[in-house]
């Protein structure tokens, strides 16, 4: 397998799946899937996957992703440009449906850091996220999830009994799949669009979370999300969620230094 382009650290650190999954050591990055370890590390730009292990870094870095041509695509302005030449290489990645809807409801009011510790609390034997039925019986109060567990335990209850079928997401079109993700206790818009993009690899969502509602206002003008959808739709598209991601890195830079 032809060696992925990425910078892996903008990628694996980026609010995504697994930032909140993988660990870190000596810039290389590994987990446990199925009980079996994986690793990651960035050679001269280009990712290598410990042996046998190819094919899940392949899906996982999204490799037939063509970034110089989604650059060409979403460089429609200073702002965007501007986040593409500071973090160029970043990549989107694509994670397990599950685990994303898992790290993404622990994710509502909260910070990084507590999002990750939330989310290794919920990992099993094989390192891997509980499944639904195991997580609809497991006592969740050690986590300290406050509000976030009742959606937790209500959603795992639901896909544990059938009642929610992630397949079934899959076969629907974006704003239908988006609908029918809201069916979910805790999920919203914001999450939807998040499970829909890390864990569907549906590129044409866009989550609007406090850091990109901040970036449209200050750069687009825009700040209603009925308006920023509308705006993303049109300026972005089929793409909208790269742009989303290259926006929410650099508003985390460069918004939160300006805040007092």
Request: glycine share 10%; net charge positive; with cysteine.
């Amino acid at each position: 397998m032809e060696k992925i382009f990425a910078n892996l650290k903008l990628t694996m650190e980026s609010g995504q799946p697994p930032h909140f999954l993988w660990h870190q050591k000596d810039g290389r990055y590994s987990r446990k899937i199925g009980g079996q370890l994986i690793t990651l590390r960035e050679e001269g730009g280009r990712v290598r996957a410990s042996a046998g292990h190819e094919k899940h870094a392949a899906e996982l870095l999204r490799s037939c992703d063509d970034l110089q041509e989604i650059y060409a695509t979403i460089s429609t302005d200073a702002t965007i440009k501007r986040a593409i030449s500071r973090y160029s290489g970043m990549r989107l990645t694509k994670n397990d449906e599950w685990e994303t809807t898992v790290a993404f409801l622990c994710s509502q009011n909260s910070n990084l850091k507590r999002i990750r510790a939330n989310v290794q609390g919920m990992l099993g034997n094989d390192g891997m996220v509980l499944s639904a039925q195991a997580l609809a019986k497991t006592n969740l109060r050690k986590l300290n999830l406050g509000y976030r567990e009742p959606y937790l335990k209500g959603t795992a209850a639901m896909v544990a009994g059938g009642e929610f079928d992630f397949a079934g997401v899959k076969k629907l079109n974006y704003a239908d799949a988006r609908e029918e993700l809201q069916e979910l206790p805790g999920v919203g818009p914001k999450v939807a669009d998040c499970i829909l993009l890390y864990g569907f690899g549906r590129l044409e969502a866009f989550p609007n979370d406090v850091w990109i509602g901040r970036a449209m206002s200050k750069w687009y003008g825009v700040s209603s999300p009925k308006k920023v959808e509308a705006f993303v739709q049109r300026r972005w598209g089929p793409l909208a969620g790269y742009a989303q991601q290259y926006l929410f890195a650099l508003a985390r830079d460069e918004i939160s230094r300006q805040r007092p």
